[in-house]
């Protein structure tokens, strides 16, 4: 069974951090990014993660989101530090077979969601 399944979040204290995980199972991809949507908003691309290890961040979240991978679990993780309230949202995991570029922040690119998991910053 293919899937994505998230784990982590919760609510936390604005200036902490929180850890986000999400384990693949069934496939391994060759993209694997974390989207975040807030009530009412789209849902954006903040950080992604090749196979090869390359990297892709969005600008609003540069030196504060760590993406990681482990590839023998076929695993990754989020961590976000210096939290604010504007990170709080439900963050997705998403799975791609394809390597899109400049394009990576769009949803539409992705094959595979996870559920998603909550996080509330305060």
């Known amino acids: 069974h293919v899937q994505l399944v998230e784990s982590g979040g919760g609510s936390a204290l604005a200036g902490g951090s929180v850890r986000l995980s999400c384990a693949a199972s069934?496939?391994?991809?060759?993209?694997y990014s974390w989207f975040r949507q807030a009530p009412g908003q789209e849902r954006e691309g903040v950080e992604l993660?090749?196979?090869?290890?390359?990297?892709s961040y969005a600008d609003s979240v540069e030196g504060r989101f760590t993406i990681t991978q482990d590839n023998a679990k076929n695993s990754l993780s989020l961590v976000i530090d210096h939290l604010k309230p504007e990170d709080s949202g439900t963050y997705y995991c998403?799975?791609?077979?394809?390597?899109?570029?400049?394009?990576?922040?769009?949803?539409?690119?992705?094959?595979?969601w996870g559920q998603g998991t909550q996080v509330t910053v305060s």
């Open positions: 998403a799975a791609s077979g394809y390597c899109w570029g400049t394009a990576w922040a769009n949803p539409s690119r992705y094959e595979l």
């Open positions: 069934g496939y391994t991809f060759n993209t």
């Open positions: 993660i090749g196979r090869d290890g390359s990297l």
